[in-house]
């Protein structure tokens, strides 16, 4: 960046800088940090909010660094941290201004973001091209895998080989399908060289040096490891879908706190319609298979639906046994016509496991239609639950990570920290407003619940206010008073709760059963509905018959 430029941003970067200080104030979790700051002025800056901590601890295994917006043609050298929901949606890990790019620049963002993120490493990283990043994840992300998109790969290959396109206007489709097409590692290094030879350009400097940084941004090389992408439409090729159409060439520091809020507020409103339509309807199925049925109620709807399609693809997509040893059995898995487009599954009868040389399940976390074929081959009618990622179910937000896409909680353990505090009970706050919001009926019996842990906490306040105005009692017997009348409420705490679980309990089977019978009258209903229909084509199509004779 130019000095001029870099001048003229930090002359307003106030407006930032103020904006970054109210919110931290509101919100002791809100997180920001400034590089250099030694006059508050001018030097790179990475705020995340509440709600962005809370969402990597539930979805933060797999993370996309958009650097678009630092561009000559953009005004402002903004970034964001994001990544993938349960619902398939974008969602917002972190933000930053980058005023000073360089190695070392890059190498304190990575450094404060783990900061803000209780330092959990993601399993993956996806950026765009750009040789400081590289360093610094290397140096920092050190276990996470680093992907560079390919969209960044096709800019800068278009800009380096600009005097290739008139006389070759083929090329850049060629290269593309070389890139995207090749189904094995085998067939993209049988096409490269071929690709090289038919446009003359084997002595490229840069085409070789991408082909030796292959394993970072090709395709077929990085199938093993999970992006978070169950879509061809969130493939790698443009990171920026988060602030798409809010941060643009003519967004300035004084409109970008103003776009970044509604960005922020679009994309929650998009999830807590996803939330609604999963919680509130039932996914048609194909099939009466269990599992169909299975992974209806497990996954959200659009996860289901992927995984719906994949379903109904091992009709036409035979498992064919090649090999059998013992408890590991071997299938070739291929359409119907198509031989020459297999895949290779083994199965362990024993540990329930399968594999598949697609790797779809490894990337994406959504079972392949190949395993699924085995699966039908072998009679198992229900999914294993090691293939069931929960970042992608219903519940996927209850207690963060797990099954090895799993973050850390915010540290708990240093509970005298006001901060650390805050955050936990902030954090579980929301998990406890987004459970309550499902249903009237949950939604009665959290806001009850709330209410007596309201006069609970008002009742502890007072008693401490108490003692610690009291002149003649000392800190000693203040403790012993404390852990007296603990001792003495504990078990009628007890009792309390016990009987408010049984009242819980009562309430929501009375609720279950209510749901269950509406549940029935509509199927009902629909199938009367459908029933006319078909009553009603039928008469039709005999009208049209009698007016033909």
Same mark, same amino acid.
């Given at each position: 960046?130019?000095?001029?430029?870099?001048?003229?941003?930090?002359?307003?970067?106030?407006?930032?800088?103020?904006?970054?200080?109210?919110?931290?104030?509101?919100?002791?979790?809100?997180?920001?940090?400034?590089?250099?700051?030694?006059?508050?002025?001018?030097?790179?800056?990475?705020?995340?909010?509440?709600?962005?901590?809370?969402?990597?601890?539930?979805?933060?295994?797999?993370?996309?660094?958009?650097?678009?917006?630092?561009?000559?043609?953009?005004?402002?050298?903004?970034?964001?941290?994001?990544?993938?929901?349960?619902?398939?949606?974008?969602?917002?890990?972190?933000?930053?201004?980058?005023?000073?790019?360089?190695?070392?620049?890059?190498?304190?963002?990575?450094?404060?973001?783990?900061?803000?993120?209780?330092?959990?490493?993601?399993?993956?990283?996806?950026?765009?091209?750009?040789?400081?990043?590289?360093?610094?994840?290397?140096?920092?992300?050190?276990?996470?895998?680093?992907?560079?998109?390919?969209?960044?790969?096709?800019?800068?290959?278009?800009?380096?080989?600009?005097?290739?396109?008139?006389?070759?206007?083929?090329?850049?489709?060629?290269?593309?399908?070389?890139?995207?097409?090749?189904?094995?590692?085998?067939?993209?290094?049988?096409?490269?060289?071929?690709?090289?030879?038919?446009?003359?350009?084997?002595?490229?400097?840069?085409?070789?040096?991408?082909?030796?940084?292959?394993?970072?941004?090709?395709?077929?090389?990085?199938?093993?490891?999970?992006?978070?992408?169950?879509?061809?439409?969130?493939?790698?090729?443009?990171?920026?879908?988060?602030?798409?159409?809010?941060?643009?060439?003519?967004?300035?520091?004084?409109?970008?706190?103003?776009?970044?809020?509604?960005?922020?507020?679009?994309?929650?409103?998009?999830?807590?319609?996803?939330?609604?339509?999963?919680?509130?309807?039932?996914?048609?199925?194909?099939?009466?298979?269990?599992?169909?049925?299975?992974?209806?109620?497990?996954?959200?709807?659009?996860?289901?639906?992927?995984?719906?399609?994949?379903?109904?693809?091992?009709?036409?997509?035979?498992?064919?046994?090649?090999?059998?040893?013992?408890? $590991?059995?071997?299938?070739?898995? /291929? %359409?119907?016509?198509? @031989?020459?487009? #297999? !895949?290779? +599954?083994?199965?362990?009868?024993?540990?329930?496991?399968?594999?598949?040389?697609?790797?779809?399940?490894?990337?994406?976390?959504?079972?392949?239609?190949? $395993?699924?074929?085995?699966?039908? /081959? %072998?009679?198992?009618? @229900?999914?294993? #639950? !090691?293939? +069931?990622?929960?970042?992608?179910?219903?519940?996927?937000?209850?207690?963060?990570?797990?099954?090895?896409?799993?973050?850390?909680?915010?540290?708990?353990?240093?509970?005298?920290?006001?901060?650390?505090?805050?955050?936990?009970?902030?954090?579980?706050?929301?998990?406890?407003?987004?459970?309550?919001?499902?249903?009237?009926?949950?939604?009665?019996?959290?806001?009850?619940?709330?209410?007596?842990?309201?006069?609970?906490?008002?009742?502890?306040?007072?008693?401490?206010?108490?003692?610690?105005?009291?002149?003649?009692?000392?800190?000693?017997?203040?403790?012993?008073?404390?852990?007296?009348?603990?001792?003495?409420?504990?078990?009628?705490?007890?009792?309390?709760?016990?009987?408010?679980?049984?009242?819980?309990?009562?309430?929501?089977?009375?609720?279950?059963?209510?749901?269950?019978?509406?549940?029935?009258?509509?199927?009902?209903?629909?199938?009367?509905?459908?029933?006319?229909?078909?009553?009603?084509?039928?008469?039709?199509?005999?009208?049209?018959?009698?007016?033909?004779?």
């Amino acid at each position: 960046m130019s000095s001029i430029r870099q001048h003229a941003l930090a002359g307003v970067m106030h407006h930032l800088l103020d904006y970054l200080k109210r919110m931290q104030s509101e919100n002791p979790a809100f997180f920001y940090a400034i590089q250099n700051d030694n006059d508050h002025s001018a030097g790179n800056i990475f705020w995340a909010d509440a709600t962005s901590r809370v969402n990597y601890s539930n979805f933060g295994d797999a993370i996309i660094l958009d650097t678009t917006y630092k561009t000559n043609r953009y005004r402002i050298p903004f970034a964001s941290f994001t990544g993938f929901n349960h619902h398939g949606l974008p969602v917002l890990f972190g933000c930053a201004l980058i005023l000073n790019e360089s190695e070392s620049s890059y190498i304190w963002l990575f450094q404060t973001f783990l900061q803000a993120m209780s330092g959990h490493h993601p399993l993956s990283i996806t950026t765009d091209f750009d040789p400081f990043i590289q360093v610094a994840v290397a140096q920092v992300l050190p276990p996470s895998r680093h992907r560079v998109s390919t969209g960044s790969i096709f800019r800068e290959t278009r800009e380096r080989l600009a005097h290739l396109w008139p006389s070759n206007p083929d090329f850049e489709a060629d290269f593309r399908k070389c890139v995207n097409e090749s189904e094995t590692i085998d067939d993209f290094e049988s096409y490269w060289p071929s690709l090289l030879e038919r446009y003359c350009i084997m002595d490229n400097e840069w085409l070789q040096s991408m082909y030796n940084a292959r394993q970072y941004w090709v395709p077929v090389y990085l199938r093993d490891t999970f992006f978070g992408e169950i879509s061809v439409m969130d493939k790698n090729e443009c990171l920026n879908s988060f602030f798409d159409g809010y941060v643009n060439a003519s967004t300035t520091i004084q409109l970008l706190v103003r776009q970044y809020e509604k960005a922020v507020q679009t994309w929650h409103e998009r999830e807590l319609k996803a939330e609604y339509d999963t919680i509130n309807s039932t996914p048609v199925l194909k099939t009466p298979s269990p599992m169909e049925k299975q992974a209806a109620s497990l996954y959200t709807r659009k996860i289901f639906l992927k995984f719906q399609d994949e379903f109904i693809e091992t009709m036409a997509t035979p498992a064919t046994r090649i090999e059998d040893s013992g408890t $590991i059995t071997t299938y070739r898995v /291929a %359409k119907f016509g198509e @031989k020459t487009k #297999s !895949q290779i +599954v083994t199965f362990n009868s024993f540990e329930m496991k399968a594999s598949c040389s697609c790797l779809m399940f490894e990337s994406s976390g959504t079972i392949c239609r190949h $395993i699924l074929s085995v699966f039908r /081959a %072998k009679n198992v009618l @229900k999914l294993p #639950s !090691q293939y +069931v990622l929960k970042r992608w179910t219903r519940n996927a937000k209850a207690g963060g990570f797990s099954d090895g896409h799993a973050s850390s909680e915010f540290p708990s353990s240093s509970g005298d920290n006001v901060t650390v505090r805050y955050n936990n009970l902030r954090q579980e706050a929301i998990r406890y407003v987004e459970e309550g919001a499902k249903s009237i009926q949950i939604y009665h019996i959290a806001m009850k619940a709330l209410n007596e842990a309201t006069k609970k906490v008002s009742a502890v306040k007072s008693r401490s206010v108490e003692t610690a105005e009291g002149d003649t009692v000392s800190n000693g017997e203040r403790d012993e008073l404390l852990t007296a009348d603990e001792d003495v409420h504990s078990y009628q705490s007890a009792e309390e709760k016990q009987k408010k679980i049984r009242e819980l309990t009562a309430e929501l089977e009375t609720t279950n059963q209510r749901c269950e019978v509406y549940r029935a009258n509509l199927l009902a209903v629909l199938r009367d509905m459908e029933e006319q229909k078909t009553n009603l084509s039928v008469k039709v199509e005999n009208a049209r018959l009698s007016l033909k004779e």
